[in-house]
């Protein structure tokens, strides 16, 4: 007698009814336990068997063909955890009409890659960007209902997916899998190029790396004005208060060329017009004092005059990089940048520190 690891078909292959939409709903809430028993070497197979088991004790009145179907359904499985409930119907559909067991078997390895492109896509590299982005800058702000408007978005989507893909792709059976493999590129593209987009403006918002390195660059003089009230009598000691080397003028009431400040009294006579009469014997004087300053050439000013954000850019592609040509994994680009931002938080003094 065959074992049953080596049957083709099953003993009774009547099909039966179709599910109830109770078994239907029941197993699309079982299927987010799909990975509590994950292990490396069946991955989620043991939360698929869970998952599917009310439909298949409802299909298989037959004990032997129960446990033939259980356990060509505990082989090696593993899928995106949030489109699990298509393939759930899709296998069901084919276990109801009692098609044979390889073929089962094919379709749902089958299934595996062009699901977990399509999730990833989808949830990985649009969804949670897009939420993420926009809850963050929301909790960044100060806003609690940011990260509880990420929870309720992202379960919301996944939840509707479950239910909505479990009922489709049970009703359509086969038919659900051409509709997939139609249309499965384009989206996964699609997808792809919008999840790229957004990474990409999160790198402009979400990038707050800086480069704070500033070159000394000598110093500039410039005459800063300042006012003082003082007795009428005493103006005209603020006409040259100081002057330095060359007889040039370092305070007093001048121009910011060091000329004196004149102008006409209401008579058309000549008068100071740095100075303005309060009228009780006191005088408002405004007089100009040369400041030496110091120039510097910020870094961070010129790089962001040739292209705003453009270190965090360089940081983006530099991972890119490695990703892309140099085989790192996320665990080394992670210990990367937490190196580099240690080393340029401290020793170097690159970063601007988050202490102020």
Known sequence: MASKEELTHYSNLEPTADLDQKTLNKMAWRSCFLQASFNYERMQASGWLYSILPGLEKIHTDKEDLATSMTHNMEFFNIHPFLVTFAM?????????????PTIRAVRVSLMGPLGGIGDALFWMTLVPITAGICSNMAISGNIFGPILFLL??????????????????KLGMNALDSLMEHMQAFTRAASILGVFIVGCLTVTMGGTQIKAVIPNGTTQAYVAHVATVPTDKVDSFKVISKGDKDVTLSGMVDANGEPLVGTDASGQPA??????LGNGTS?????EMVESPVNIDIANIL??????LVPLSIVMLLY??????????IKAICLILLIGILGAGPFGLW???WG
């Open 284 to 288: 408002e004087v405004t007089y100009m």
């Open 89 to 101: 119907g899709l296998i069901l559909s084919m276990e109801q009409k009692k098609v044979d067991i």
């Open 153 to 170: 978005i992202f379960n919301a989507v996944q939840f509707a997916l479950r239910f909505g893909l479990m009922n489709w792709s049970y």
């Open 304 to 309: 962001d005059s040739i292209c705003p954000k």
């Open 352 to 354: 601007p520190s988050i």
């Open 321 to 330: 990089f490695l990703f892309a040509k140099k085989n790192f994994t996320p």
């Open 272 to 277: 100071t017009a740095g100075v303005k009469d």
